[in-house]
């Protein structure tokens, strides 16, 4: 078994309504620990990877590593409505510095949970949990298909990988990682904001076939093009992977976020794109990524993250 936290349950507590019975529950009523030892029923399993070391890494702001529990906290107050069941796993965290371990060891967690049928859902942490999630997919299909990742973010994170690791990494990574095994690499960034994306990532980009889409482009006029272009990218997938950047969103959304985006992708956009993207059962694995409660404003961020969890879980 790999090396894991115990799981904290205590997060788990919040209003009781006892007067309307079992309509009334919220998640902390519902949320199992995972069975370490054993196999539960399928469901949604959650994953927190507690990490900030490639946003520090990359000259972020730090703060990150505390999200998972920042969003539980607010995810057991929420209102219960899913016909599953949600299991938590603990946590992944990185205290050391070793990112690789840590990455080895979120990838370790995924497969194993894929294996057993759950429906992954990682709370990161800096979008250097990109690579660990995917690894982790990887590891589990074992050559099956292939994947299509799908990212909402304001940037590509195709940095070159040099020395280390970061959070501007994560996708250069996966597509050294394909290459090397001989698979595709399939590859969606939707919102990217041409300020914060140099030239030099908009030519890789170009040379790894990514399609993306400018923020600008991702308005409520322009959802039926991004949906039609959303089923051509599935059609030739087999199998998705959805990470989300919470810095696609716009700052007064959510500015909580190591970069705050200028102007952002708004939430009317962004969840007709997930449902579509659930709706294609192809959807195995799911993140979200750069949520920073130490720069959070009442909550604000942590409010919104907690929808998306809802999102991608009902």
Known sequence: ????????????????????????????????????????????????????????????????????????????????????????????????????????????????????????????????????????????LAGRGRVGIINFDAHFDLRMKLEQASSGTPFFQIAEQCAAQGTPFTYACLGVAETANTRALFARAEALGVWHELDEAMTPAELPALLSGLDAFIARCDHLYLTIDLDVLPAAVMPGVSAPAARGVELVVIEPLIAHIRASGKLRLADLAEYNPSLDQDNRSARVATRLVHQLTK
């Open 1 to 140: 078994m790999d090396k894991f936290n115990p799981v904290n349950m205590s997060v788990w507590q919040g209003r009781q309504d006892p007067e309307d019975g079992e309509l009334a529950l919220r998640w902390h009523d519902k949320v199992q620990p995972w069975p370490q030892a054993g196999r539960a029923a399928p469901g949604v399993a959650l994953v927190g990877f507690a990490c900030d070391e490639g946003v520090r890494r990359n000259k972020g702001r730090v703060g990150a590593a505390g999200a998972p529990l920042a969003v539980r906290k607010l995810l057991a107050n929420s209102a219960w409505h899913l016909g599953r069941p949600v299991y938590d796993s603990g946590d992944v965290n990185c205290e050391d510095g070793d990112l690789d371990a840590a990455h080895g060891r979120l990838a370790e967690r995924v497969a194993r949970l894929l294996d057993e049928g759950h429906f992954p859902l990682v709370l990161g942490g800096g979008h250097e949990v990109a690579f660990g999630s995917w690894s982790g997919l990887n590891r589990h």
